[in-house]
């Protein structure tokens, strides 16, 4: 059919030029995938193709996973969006607000005004911010001496704020500490609920936090831009697999065929491959603004070995419901208001169209995020599927 052309031709032509070294997609609707495919290497060079089943590292697409897990205990009553966080973890009662570092470089601490919620965890409205994007937390973690978060220590999650809960929108480390509330409440690993009542009721097979010898013989290596454009195989890249805990804002393995399974289940109110996965009711909570007046800002990185500055469609307002962006007005690519959305570190990216009932997900494994090459790929390929709708595909 004339979508699955265009597509083929999109991706196929991105490898042939050198522009990504692998990618892979799918596009699905509330019945089943209707585009799925992948061009190029795992490795560049490596001569191993990239197919839908390849296993990638999807990073913050782990958030929305986690999302799904912790409205299944609000469901059940076993966590509260709007009670104090610190219920259930007294370091969250504990936190201070960074307001800046004295003439001996010691942090100027206040008390919050307020308390985080879950709901503030859930919508990155909670004063949390990430290292990679904001300078203060590196400074707090090199003066710490705190590992990177990559290490999977705790400790590295004891940062203090930047603002009042509630009072503004920054991407963080909110969805790690959301994690560990479920874990606080289950007595499980995040990773073993989300086996239990997410990736094996969607049957998700190839999704989790750890690699099993079949898994990883079917992953997909990560690669680093350097400076002259080109592109860097980092076969030893790896997320640790014995961590203290399981990251709920990244860390999981996936391929785009399980992730779209997941769309979809969001896409059909919450039911996937036979299962009731979430309430119809939470999973539209789960699709609208959660935060108010707050919105979406730029991220101005400060690694860019790791990410180049990213905001998705400038101009466009964008709110955040439970782990979801959404964005408030029509996309350039043809999205419509009301969609959501978000990516991986990795250049792995996702969109949700409830009222079109449609979702794509688009996998590469390069670094830094939002790559000059990756990202536009992603966004001429999610283009290309509105215009093939709109041709009447």
Known sequence: MAMRKSLDTL???????????????????????????GFGERALGGGTAMTPDTVVWIASM???????????????????????ASDVIPY???????EGFDDAGEPMMRPPVGQITLRHLLTHSSGFGYETWHRPVQRYYDMKGFPPRAAGKKVSLQTPLMFDPGTRWEYSISIDWAGLMLEAVTGQRLGD?????ILDPLGMAST?????????????????????????PLPTFEVVQDP???????????????????????????????????????????SVNQMGDCRVVELKSYDSKRSLDAEFFPGVPK??????????????????????????LGNSYYWID????????????????VDVKSLPLYLEFETAVYKSFGDGE
Do not use: C
Not at 62 to 71: D, E, F, L
Not at 193 to 197: G, K, L, S, T
């Open 92 to 98: 969250l009662g504990e936190v201070q607000v960074l």
């Open 208 to 232: 989790g936090y750890k690699l099993t010898d079949a898994l990883r013989a079917r992953r997909a290596t990560v690669h680093q831009r350097v400076d002259d454009g080109t592109l860097q």
């Open 244 to 286: 203290e805990f399981e990251a709920g804002g990244g860390g999981l393995y996936s391929t785009v065929g399980d992730y779209a399974a997941f769309a979809r289940m969001i896409l059909n109110k919450g039911k996937g491959n036979g299962n009731q996965i979430l309430k119809p009711e939470t999973v539209e909570m789960m």
């Open 319 to 344: 709110t955040w419901g439970l782990t979801f962006m959404i964005n408030e007005q029509d996309a350039p690519t043809g999205r419509p208001a009301g969609s959501l959305a978000w990516a991986g």
């Open 11 to 37: 991706l196929g032509d991105a490898v042939a030029r050198g522009d990504v070294p692998g990618v892979a997609a799918v596009v699905t609707d509330r019945d089943g995938a209707i585009y799925e495919s």
């Open 354 to 369: 409830p009222k079109n009932g449609i979702a794509g997900v688009y996998a590469t494994q390069i670094l830094p995020f």
């Open 193 to 197: 609920y989300m086996r239990e009542n």
């Open 62 to 84: 782990t958030k929305a996973v986690t999302g799904v897990a912790v409205m299944q205990l609000v469901e059940q009553g076993k966590l509260s969006l709007d009670a104090p």
